[in-house]
């Protein structure tokens, strides 16, 4: 059985910083695609960053990019979301995601296989 466990969020204010992790079990963890995708009240869920096996590409969604960074430890079956620079507009529910295919866009929520429960990130002005 596959879990995924997010921790890390909360309340902060704009301009600070917040580290998000993901513990995962129950599947070999260097097999999978990790993305982390986040959803604001009454908005669909986006994708936020992604990164491959290895750890050694990742990407992120234009809003996102320059100020957060995504890392994974595969020793420790974990994968990191730092946030920087944060805005009001990050506020949202963060959720970390598995993807096995490789044939499939990173980008997509249907593209995942396995979802966390997801982590409030709330930012004031």
């Known amino acids: 059985q596959v879990q995924l466990v997010e921790s890390g969020g909360g309340l902060v204010q704009a301009g600070g910083s917040l580290r998000l992790s993901c513990a995962a079990s129950?599947?070999?963890?260097?097999?999978?695609?990790m993305g982390w995708f986040r959803q604001a009240p009454g908005k669909e869920r986006e994708f936020v960053a992604g990164i491959n096996r290895r750890g050694g590409s990742a990407h992120y969604a234009d809003s996102v990019q320059g100020r957060f960074t995504i890392s994974r430890d595969n020793a420790k079956n974990t994968v990191y979301l730092q946030m920087n620079s944060l805005r009001p507009e990050d506020t949202a529910v963060y959720y970390c995601?598995?993807?096995?295919?490789?044939?499939?866009?990173?980008?997509?929520?249907?593209?995942?296989?396995?979802w966390g429960q997801g982590t409030q990130v709330t930012v004031s002005s």
């Open positions: 995601a598995m993807k096995n295919s490789v044939a499939t866009s990173s980008r997509s929520v249907g593209s995942y296989d396995y």
């Open positions: 129950g599947r070999t963890f260097n097999n999978y695609f």
